[in-house]
């Protein structure tokens, strides 16, 4: 049983299109997390949330907006879509808000 | 602004020889890092960590060591095996921060 589950697993699209990724977590945790990683591999925040509550958003365009229906589900909504977002995105949690992490498999999303 | 650094992209090693994965950084006031383990197609696992209060830790035929002086971690393998091929990202945050910077992560081979 996967504890933090991502779908889907690959997204192949068109600029312009609006585009959503799911991340479920069934360990408990109480933070959840979207990270980016990009060609040259940095692997970088973008988005935390502790109980349902958005507490670090980084420097990420507000085309990206994340929704937390309940404390297992973090979900990404990107509008418009541009080629410089083709990366790979990683959910992950943790039980508290600096804690040790779990990753989810990741999302390889390409923007045509 | 990489504020932490893992400066050799891969790195061979023959079968039950010593795996030595460096990461430098440049903050002082990073106090907690981290170790995951990453395989292809999967979300980066957690390793081992340390504590800045300490400059070793061993867990099995992991060891970190932590430089404070020189802002330098490495990570410990021995015996190297086949099944430790992966790519290693060391991970890093302050006391009053509440995110990890990573690396861009080691690609280990182990030669059988």
């Known amino acids: 049983d996967t504890a933090v589950s991502q779908t889907p697993k690959y997204l192949v699209t068109q600029m312009g299109n609006d585009k959503s990724i799911k991340c479920e977590q069934n360990l408990g945790h109480d933070t959840m997390y979207w990270y980016k990683q990009d060609s040259k591999k940095f692997l970088k925040i973008m988005f935390s949330?502790?109980?349902?509550?958005?507490?670090i958003n980084e420097t990420v365009p507000n085309r990206f907006s994340p929704k937390s229906p309940d404390k297992a589900h973090l979900n990404l909504h990107i509008n418009s879509l541009e080629l410089g977002d083709s990366a790979v995105y990683f959910c992950?949690?943790?039980?508290?808000?600096?804690?040790?992490?779990?990753f989810g498999a990741g999302t390889r999303l390409s923007v045509l | 602004d990489q504020q932490v650094k893992q400066n050799s992209p891969s790195l061979s090693v023959q079968e039950g020889r010593i795996s030595i994965l460096n990461c430098d950084y440049t903050?002082?006031?990073?106090?907690?890092f981290l170790w995951y383990k990453k395989y292809p197609a999967e979300g980066p696992t957690f390793l081992i960590s340390i504590s800045s209060i300490k400059d070793k830790n061993e867990d099995g035929r992991f060891t970190v060591f932590l430089n404070k002086s020189a802002k330098h971690l490495s990570l410990h393998i021995v015996p190297s095996q086949p099944g430790d091929s992966a790519v290693y990202f060391c991970?890093?945050?302050?006391?009053?921060?509440?995110?990890?910077?990573f690396g861009t992560g080691t690609s280990l081979t182990v030669i059988p």
């Open positions: 991970a890093a945050k302050t006391n009053t921060g509440n995110q990890f910077y």
């Open positions: 949330y502790n109980n349902k509550e958005l507490i």
């Open positions: 992950a949690s943790s039980q508290v808000l600096d804690g040790i992490q779990y």
């Open positions: 903050n002082s006031m990073f106090d907690y």
